[in-house]
């Protein structure tokens, strides 16, 4: 079993910076990947990145490549997400999940969230 939490969300202005924690508890999460989703209001919880089990591979969606960071310190049990450039349309609901593979579609576990808002 595995607790997620998320923590750092915000309030930020549109070209800001933003860092978001996802804590483990329960056991490590070294065997996992780690990715990021975030759904904004009305809409559909949608992916935004993940990084493999040592951290060695990394992929974003198209909509924040360039701008967002996906790292973990695995001796913390620890996942980052660091966003940069922000934009209006990145405000969200940010969810931390465990992936059993790279490529899979299915999410273990999730984190409750953290809301992260990109005003003008």
């Known amino acids: 079993q595995v607790q997620l939490i998320e923590s750092g969300g915000g309030l930020v202005q549109t070209g800001g910076s933003l860092s978001l924690s996802c804590a483990a508890s329960?056991?490590?999460?070294?065997?996992?990947?780690m990715a990021w989703f975030r759904q904004a209001p009305g809409k559909e919880r949608v992916f935004v990145g993940k990084?493999?089990?040592?951290?060695?591979?990394?992929y974003y969606a198209d909509s924040v490549k360039g701008r967002f960071t996906i790292s973990r310190d695995n001796s913390k049990n620890r996942v980052y997400l660091q966003m940069n450039s922000l934009k209006a349309e990145d405000t969200a609901i940010y969810y931390c999940?465990?992936?059993?593979?790279?490529?899979?579609?299915?999410?273990?576990?999730w984190g409750q969230g953290t809301q992260v808002t990109v005003s003008s």
């Open positions: 999940a465990a992936l059993r593979e790279f490529d899979t579609e299915t999410v273990d576990y």
């Open positions: 329960g056991r490590t999460l070294s065997g996992f990947v």
């Open positions: 990084i493999s089990q040592k951290g060695y591979t990394t």
